[in-house]
């Protein structure tokens, strides 16, 4: 047993001394948006904006998409049975730019947001065609920036992780978790290759020009994909286009969800993607976590060495949150992250799931 548990330790060293590495890598080289100018003439943008039951979220969020100088702010109303269209058509009401678009029945074998975008790209006009969820809060010159970051870039895609607006103790606990799966596993260096597969992107913030949005199929090539931002921003790579990604800083925040509820079923939709679509491995991943960040304090009491585990474990999160803005406490949460990720994992193991009141099966 003893020579069981010398070997898990010296894996999870390894493990956790891998990730630190690339957040430190990151740490220099990750670009966060900041406020510039554009060197050039500045594009037409549309920006995109799929909807479905977002009453809540537009009231707080459209007010600074209005900030944002573009050419339209076109919503589409996915068959919603709140308020959202009385809501856009409200501001509609106060600005022309702001368009309210009905959704159409969603086809057979679309994701609903893949049908929402898809229709939202066929009627815009713009050069740039920014697709923003319904929670992003843009910050005065936000979109100024991404183009300032495509332009620089000669960027085809350019793709936003928002700062992640985090009241609650579970926000706080878990979401975090979004920018470590990034931050500690994707070498920005890569972004930079023209290999497919080295790319990351974030479908809250997903600014194409219409060009490589065109070459890389748009959101009809990816319609049936869960995780269908990443496949997209791969097939754009595929198409020759260049893909830029950043940090949003204090120019792009989102709040995700409002509930812990909501955390279990949006995170919970997408966690066995990142997996291969293997349970064995959810799995794998569910008890390496738990043993990294959690167990590892009571392991301490049989062998010190599990104390260097729990340091890196703290340290990673302490970095990753001054990398993003994260408050400078929170790194003392990283023991719950396991605990309170546990439904998170037990319902992406599940064949079916249901979001935005629409039911799959994976």
Not at 296 to 314: D, N, S, T
């Amino acid at each position: 047993m003893p020579a069981l548990l010398d070997y898990v330790l010296y894996t999870v060293l390894a493990w956790l001394g891998l990730k630190l590495g690339i957040l430190l890598l990151n740490l220099g080289f990750f670009p966060v948006l900041r406020r510039e100018k554009l060197r050039g003439p500045r594009p037409t943008v549309s920006l995109l904006v799929p909807a479905r039951n977002e009453a809540h979220n537009l009231r707080e969020t459209l007010p600074g998409m209005l900030l944002q100088g573009v050419q339209e702010i076109l919503v589409l109303d996915d068959h919603s049975t709140d308020g959202t269209a009385q809501v856009v058509e409200a501001f509609s009401r106060q600005d022309a730019r702001v368009r309210l678009l009905p959704g159409l029945p969603k086809p057979e074998g679309w994701m609903g947001k893949t049908w929402a975008c898809f229709q939202l790209a066929q009627a815009a006009q713009g050069e740039v065609l920014l697709f923003s969820d319904a929670d992003v809060y843009w910050r005065k010159h936000g979109v100024r920036a991404v183009l300032a970051r495509m332009e620089r870039e000669r960027a085809g895609l350019v793709s936003v992780y928002p700062r992640q607006i985090t009241p609650s103790l579970a926000e706080r606990v878990l979401l975090p978790l979004i920018d470590d799966v990034l931050l500690c596993y994707l070498p920005y260096p890569l972004i930079a290759t023209p290999f497919p597969s080295a790319a990351a992107a974030n479908g809250q913030v997903m600014a194409f020009t219409r060009q490589a949005y065109l070459s890389a199929g748009g959101h009809a090539a990816v319609r049936g994909e869960v995780l269908e931002d990443v496949r997209l921003a791969q097939k754009t790579k595929a198409a020759g286009e260049r893909l830029a990604v950043a940090l949003g800083g204090g120019l792009v925040a989102v709040r995700m969800y409002r509930s812990f509820a909501e955390i279990i079923e949006g995170l919970g939709k997408n966690l066995i993607e990142f997996h291969g679509k293997s349970r064995v491995l959810l799995a794998l991943s569910y008890l390496g976590h738990l043993t990294a960040y959690t167990l590892c304090w009571p392991l301490a009491l049989l062998e010190p060495g599990w104390l260097w585990v729990g340091g890196l474990g703290l340290l990673e999160r302490l970095l990753l949150g001054l990398k993003t803005g994260r408050e400078g406490w929170e790194w003392v949460l990283v023991p719950l992250a396991p605990l309170f990720s546990t439904p998170i994992y037990l319902r992406s193991g599940q064949k079916r799931y249901t979001w935005k009141g629409r039911e799959y099966t994976r």
